[in-house]
């Protein structure tokens, strides 16, 4: 079973227990979320559509934002569904590898397992709103029209962005412990400066450029683009996006291998 | 032989003081642009930095097959070793070497999780251990009928108690296919069936040629299990080598230290009314000599000191000799009868003398009482007073292996008859041995 050789490296496991050793961990975020609730993974689906309520009487009825001719429900529910999964990961993410610090302290195992865990069980929070989604599409008898052929390309990159900003805090966190606020009500904030409760096209000129520093803007734009109004995305502001989020998530990547030594000693 | 551990000028330096914020960060790069030291204060939280060496330049091999015991004062480095052999942490500096799938047992039940139930947290415990799903099905039942623990191994382990608790996670370990593992201290939880079975299956893993290393402060277990002994003093190694010399010089040095102790022991565990109370008891042998260790057939003398604050009729005094491992009461000798009834008031002293103690080499702890002269109300109850411990024949530290059950040894007679055939007497009930 294993080399029995000399070694100053820890010992490799094989991806079969690295797997399930993710997909225990994942197991037990989502049973310790929803066992003992009443709705389950309901409460999924309750965050985006009650943001989506009160988007739609603050920013379409009070605000009068425009939505480019879909209806505004399904433009700000199609966006909120990516947003909170990438919130929520990065929020619990964030105290993850604090919050298990005692198997950290006591036996070795690839200490990313337990950020991506909590990205892995937001997975199934994404996979229930998306449910919710598709019936919104048939409420408001929206067209698929194979543009929608290019979802897969927006998780992704959702998937290496959410991925990538949560190695990052995990890891910062744990030796710098107010990063924890900062991401709390920095996400907060960021939802705002997300094109999600607006279209992109609603941010004057001189704004655009922040906009589209936000790798978010590519992401949640072009979903938007091919979901709800079946169009061609803006390829421009997916390419920026994308090139940020591919920079992100390597950084991230090395920030994270080269300190998980020494969790066990700070945590 | 090939080496399954190899460690090489290892230094561990360790931070303290609480978790650092970004305000700290920016505090310390100042002063380290301003070539001040390390050690910042910060005007509202205090000292915030101190290094402190938990390993300093450490080296040494262990052989594949080998049973090492680690020893050593609190602090003095153990546990930071396993932790570079699990791969926990990391050294400041120098490599640490490994040979295998290490699996480590580091305080309770790691990566247990309270709301799951045993099962789940078996199979997340072996997963975390490297097992995969498959594996774990195969050796499920023998993990859960070793740790006995079948009637509760679908109850949340938030209900168990430490001992089973510790007896899981051991169970867990010793499943998970190890080449080398690394035990700390987790025998101390669990009764004493337990103990023997898990020290049982650490002395089968070192049998079939996989390598243990036990940290303990029980050298009668050290001494068991162990062919070599390294001793950690202060984060450097004072000793390694065999194990009899090395326990020996160790013994020795905790022993000065444990009749030092004699007198703060008394002050735990006190119950009753107070009127009469022990000062002091110290232990000695026949010849006067104050003493922690005494042999089979010693004389042990008991001489207490106690001071009664009023007048008391009668007092009698109890003393009790329990087995540490087992809680069991040898023997009590108690004054009661025994013409020294009198009445006391201020300081006085009561000797209690055990001519040939017959008792095997274990660890024994005294449990004393002052009592009125029925038996009824207590003056003065000392559940944990001093302990000694009884040594064997052997020489040196071979006398602290016992092999063998009991706690007393009891003078016995052997008639042996070789090829008697006992004929059938329907008068008299004979105890059968045999199949039926």
Redesign the interface.
């Known amino acids: 079973m294993s080399s029995k050789q000399l070694s100053d490296k820890p010992e490799r496991i094989s991806i079969g227990a690295y797997f399930e050793l993710f997909m225990n961990l994942t197991r037990r975020e989502v049973k310790g979320r929803y066992s003992q609730s009443l709705f389950g993974a309901g409460w999924a689906i309750a965050q985006p559509l009650a943001t989506m309520a009160v988007f739609t009487l603050v920013f379409a009825r009070l605000g009068k934002i425009p939505s480019g001719g879909a209806p505004y429900p399904l433009f700000a529910y199609a966006a909120l569904v990516p947003w909170f999964f990438f919130s929520n990961s990065v929020m619990s993410g964030t105290m993850s590898l604090v919050t298990y610090r005692n198997i950290v302290t006591k036996t070795y195992f690839p200490r990313e397992i337990v950020p991506l865990a909590q990205v892995g069980s937001r997975l199934v929070d994404i996979t229930a709103a998306s449910g919710l989604y598709v019936l919104l599409m048939l409420y408001y008898q929206l067209a698929v029209t194979p543009w929608a052929a290019l979802i897969p390309l927006f998780l992704l990159l959702l998937l290496l962005f959410t991925v990538g900003v949560t190695l990052a805090t995990s890891a910062i966190n744990v030796f710098y412990r107010d990063v924890n606020p900062v991401v709390q009500i920095g996400l907060q904030l960021w939802l705002y400066l997300t094109p999600v409760a607006y279209p992109l096209s609603a941010v004057p000129d001189r704004y655009r450029p922040f906009f589209l520093l936000n790798p978010l803007t590519g992401v949640v734009e072009g979903l938007r683009a091919v979901l709800v109004f079946g169009r061609e995305p803006e390829w421009g502001v997916v390419a920026i996006s994308a090139g940020l989020i591919v920079t992100i998530f390597i950084g991230a990547l090395i920030l994270f291998k080269s300190t998980d030594k020494y969790f066990a000693d700070v945590i | 032989m ?3 551990i ?1 460690l090489e000028n290892v230094t561990k330096r ?2 303290t003081g609480r ?5 700290d ?1 920016v505090a310390s790069s100042v002063a380290d642009m301003r070539g001040q030291t390390t050690e910042v204060h910060s005007a509202t939280r205090g000292k915030i930095d101190a290094t402190i060496h938990a390993l300093r330049d450490v080296s040494f091999e262990v052989k594949e097959g080998a049973g090492l015991g680690i020893i050593g004062r609190n602090g003095a480095g153990k546990t930071t070793l396993l ?1 570079m052999i ?5 050294p400041t500096s120098g ?8 699996v ?1 047992l ?2 309770l039940g ?2 247990f ?1 309270p ?2 139930t045993g099962r ?1 947290n078996v ?2 415990g072996a ?7 498959k594996e774990i099905d195969r050796q499920f039942d023998a993990i859960v009928s070793f740790a006995d623990v079948e009637r509760l191994i679908d109850t949340p382990m938030k209900r168990y108690s430490s001992g089973l608790y510790a007896r899981l996670g051991f169970s867990v370990a010793i499943h998970s ?1 190890p ?1 080398i593992v690394l035990v700390d201290e987790v025998l101390s939880v669990g009764d004493a069936s337990f103990r023997r079975r898990a020290m049982e299956a650490l002395r089968s893993l070192i049998a079939s040629g996989k390598t243990v290393l036990f940290i303990s402060h029980d050298m009668w277990n050290v001494r068991r299990l162990c062919s070599d002994i390294l001793w950690m003093d202060n984060g450097s190694v004072r000793a390694y080598g065999e194990a009899g010399a090395i326990a020996e010089t160790y013994m020795n040095e905790v022993n000065l230290q444990a009749m030092q102790n004699q007198a703060t022991s008394l002050q735990s565990h006190r119950g009753g009314t107070g009127e009469v109370r022990f000062e002091h008891v110290d232990l000695y042998t026949a010849n006067g000599a104050p003493s922690a260790r005494f042999a089979q057939n010693d004389t042990l003398v008991i001489r207490g000191s106690y001071v009664a604050s009023k007048a008391v009729e009668s007092p009698v005094f109890q003393v009790a000799i329990v087995d540490i491992d087992t809680g069991v009461v040898v023997t009590t000798a108690s004054t009661a009868g025994r013409n020294t009834a009198t009445t006391v008031q201020g300081p006085g002293e009561i000797e209690i003398r055990f001519t040939h103690l017959p008792l095997r080499p274990r660890q024994y702890v005294l449990r004393l009482s002052i009592t009125d002269a029925f038996q009824l109300a207590s003056y003065d109850v000392v559940t944990a007073g001093p302990r000694f411990a009884v040594t064997g024949q052997g020489a040196g530290v071979d006398s602290l292996a016992d092999e063998q059950d009991g706690l007393v040894t009891l003078p016995f007679e052997v008639t042996h008859r070789p090829q008697i055939r006992h004929a059938t007497d329907s008068t008299q009930i004979r105890h059968r041995l045999g199949t039926d």
């Open positions: 090939s080496i399954a190899q360790y931070r978790s650092r914020t970004i305000v960060l932790k699990s791969r926990v942490t990391w490599t640490v070497r490994v040979a295998g799938h290490v480590s580091i305080e790691a990566g999780h709301e799951l789940e199979y997340l997963g975390l251990f490297g097992l995969t799903r296919n080449d």
